[in-house]
């Protein structure tokens, strides 16, 4: 257990919970976290019960909506973007992304390879 002094309670590391050897380029459907660093309220603040983006969570948000333009085998499903984190379900289908040459290189539907 670590102490954080910024919230004075005290935290552990989580475990992964990864599949030992399983391949996430799959296709398939996955539950995905995304937390900014240092748990810094980055996205914006709940006020009355509903969260309100600032620019670096309207960000984030439009940068989701674009990864189904960007990955052609990718599909967004549900988001929501909070404070410090993001919770989102990511599809992926049809075949693998490549390896090549040791580095890993995504290939979207349009032709287009991204590193």
């Not at 379900?89 to 890993?104: A, D, E, N, W």
Request: charged residues 25%; proline residues 3%; aromatic residues 12%.
């Amino acid at each position: 257990m670590v102490l954080n002094s910024k919230h004075g309670i005290k935290n552990h590391r989580r475990r992964s919970i990864r599949l030992p050897g399983y391949d996430y380029t799959r296709a398939g459907a996955y539950f995905v976290t995304l937390i900014a660093w240092q748990r810094e309220r980055l996205f914006g603040e709940i006020i009355d019960g509903e969260m309100r983006l600032n620019e670096f969570g309207l960000l984030v948000e439009n940068e989701l909506r674009r990864l189904e333009k960007r990955f052609g085998r990718l599909v967004v499903g549900d988001f929501i973007v909070m404070p410090n984190h993001v919770h989102g379900i990511i599809l992926i289908y049809g075949t693998p992304f490549r390896k090549t040459c040791g580095s890993l290189r995504f290939q979207c539907g349009h032709g287009t390879r991204f590193q």
